[in-house]
């Protein structure tokens, strides 16, 4: 089991915060830190989570023009001031980023209904 120093522990329990809001998974990526031990982390912080379900809710009260709007209205900030837009917005950078990602592929939700049903 790998140690870390508390310098480290601290910079990376301040990235799952606010501005930075990273996720738990990019931080692993990013850091080649274990997920389960950030998830340890994040708790011994008291860092608050949000359900899943929540989170679905909140990616699904926005319009699809709203969401293109989000994307082109961020589209040129840096991620500082994307994290401080998002505070204001009430949302979550990796939600722009998987807002990005589906507007990216259109077509991938009706292919797989149509795999689907070819399926059948």
């Not at 699904?60 to 998002?86: G, K, M, N």
Request: overall charge positive.
């Amino acid at each position: 089991m790998e140690s870390y120093s508390p310098e480290r522990k601290a910079a990376v329990i301040a990235r799952m915060l606010p501005p930075h809001s990273q996720s738990i998974y990019q931080i692993s990526r990013l850091e080649g830190i274990p997920t389960n031990t950030l998830y340890g982390w994040r708790s011994q912080a008291g860092i608050p989570t949000q359900s899943a379900a929540s989170e679905s809710k909140l990616h699904l009260d926005w319009s699809q023009d709203a969401r293109f709007a989000v994307i082109v209205e961020t589209a040129p900030l840096s991620a500082h001031a994307v994290a401080e837009y998002c505070r204001r917005k009430g949302l979550y950078p990796e939600q722009i980023q998987q807002w990005k990602d589906e507007f990216m592929q259109p077509g991938q939700r009706a292919e797989r209904a149509l795999i689907k049903k070819q399926q059948k």
